[in-house]
């Protein structure tokens, strides 16, 4: 039965159909997102040639002081609850620890083969 025909509406007009509207966002509350998304791409995001350590570190520091009014401005501003985006540059922080660690315990563990090796070359 072609799609168009009296019987075929009948058919799939029985049918819901819905669409999930986004809310729409505002221009300022898109700038304040790309000033966040910029903050936390300086701090965690990969080494590039123009961000230099001490914008990693400053961008950090914000991160890391949760009661500054700055951070909490930013985070209302970009319609996020600031208490939201702590826990999530936290488990951040935890995330980046951990990696940290498991790279000098792998090569903690690469010199003492390697030491272990020539002992017993000897």
């Known amino acids: ?43 965690f995001g990969p080494e590039r040639y123009d961000t230099t350590p001490k914008e990693r570190k400053e961008a950090l520091d914000f991160l890391k002081d949760y009661k500054n009014p700055h951070f909490i401005e930013l985070c209302e501003n970009a319609g996020f609850d600031p208490e939201y985006i702590k826990r999530k540059v936290r488990k951040k922080f935890a995330e980046k620890f951990i990696s940290a660690i498991n790279k000098i315990s792998t090569k903690v563990r690469n010199i003492n083969e390697k030491q272990e090796t020539e002992v017993n070359r000897v």
């Open 1 to 43: 039965m072609p799609i168009g025909s009296p019987r075929s509406v009948g058919r799939y007009s029985t049918q819901t159909i819905r669409v999930e509207q986004t809310p729409t966002i505002d221009p300022e509350t898109k700038l304040w997102r790309a000033v966040l998304g910029q903050t936390l791409y300086d701090a």
